[in-house]
DNA sequence: TAAGCTAACTCTGATTATGAGAGTTAAGAG
DNA sequence: CTCTTAACTCTCATAATCAGAGTTAGCTTA
């Protein structure tokens, strides 16, 4: 894992994908996720190697996202299990496999898992919601803006964005204007 | 990018990684859902390197995410803007932000970004929610079950998590014989 | 007219990660 | 005494990444 640049970032994404550490370890999240918790099963689950593997579960460890523990003595095996820290990550697995499921990325021609209410059994999504009313949010009415713990770079990402679209927008009235030139 | 292993896999959850690429690109996929647009912009947002930032616009462009298109001629420049299916992507960047924020990985003592509404001026987060109610639906009760699509290898990790949350749960109960034993 | 500048790259060479697979350890099973 | 299982570690060839230099084409400033 090359982490140089993700390191000293001021970036709750950058973060994240730093602490997960690559695709492999996001294939391992999901396993966890969905109940396993063998060096074994992760092995026969996602086709990792065991370099690839050993690695990334150390690193998802020193992350804190997973908690590696002993589940027998004589002899002594080992299994993995989220930590409370690691549980967050779940609804980051949820939407990347239903947009998987949308754009149709899964390799099957319908959904290979699904999402459900154990307690009804009905199908669960998810949506942007207002956080102060609990309303459902459009993705179309959603900006993203600079918050408290912004630093230099990210202002200048927010404001430079901001001058990207407004000259996009006057590059489309100049367009217009030339097509009603002619 | 070493894609052996993600190609051929029945996973929405691989089809999205493998299409995405690597960490990244999942900051250009920031920046491109902030509303930046140029090579410069992006290499000045994330510090990534040509080689890299190349490749990866690249791979966006060949997965359908990410779209390139001249904006001026004399000297010819281009841009990249999301496609209809790179837009897709923006709740999970989403997510993963907020997950960020939450376990304290931004770099930050508080969140760098957030996201409102642009109508409101509210701020926006996401909910898991009953599909067919609209319901908000709790992260305890959500269960995850081979869905339509699975092919043996998902509905043998489906039923193998099964048995092994039985294991641990067997081993749960032993244990708490052996304390009342003694 | 020449030297600088800008945007969007490509190229190079040293370093680091990955994939495939063989080997290790410790214990129980046949 | 050999086989099997679980959880790894080791090796080596190959591929990806980093840092930074170079390229191209048309401005712009002196």
Redesign the pocket.
């Known amino acids: 894992?090359?982490s140089?640049?993700f390191d000293g970032m001021v970036c709750s994404i950058a973060g994240v994908m730093a602490a997960i550490g690559?695709r492999?370890a996001v294939l391992i999240l999901r396993d966890l996720l969905c109940g396993l918790s063998?060096?074994?099963d992760f092995r026969h689950s996602s086709g990792?190697?065991?370099?690839?593997l050993?690695?990334r579960?150390k690193h998802l460890e020193a992350n804190g996202l997973v908690e590696?523990r002993r589940y027998q003595q004589?002899?002594e095996?080992?299994?993995y299990v989220l930590t409370k820290n690691g549980w967050q990550i779940g609804p980051a697995i949820m939407v990347l496999a239903q947009i998987g499921d949308r754009l149709d990325l899964s390799g099957a021609s319908s959904p290979p898992m699904k999402f459900v209410n154990r307690k009804t059994g009905a199908e669960v999504g998810w949506s942007y919601i207002d956080r102060s009313t609990g309303e459902p949010v459009s993705a179309v009415d959603l900006a993203i803006e600079a918050g408290p713990g912004a630093d230099e770079l990210v202002h200048w990402r927010v404001s430079h964005a901001k001058a990207r679209r407004a000259e996009a927008k006057a590059r489309r009235a100049e367009a217009e204007a030339n097509r009603a030139e002619t």
């Open positions: 894992m090359r140089k640049g690559d492999w063998r060096y074994e990792v190697t065991n370099a690839t050993s690695d579960l590696r004589k002899p095996r080992f299994e």
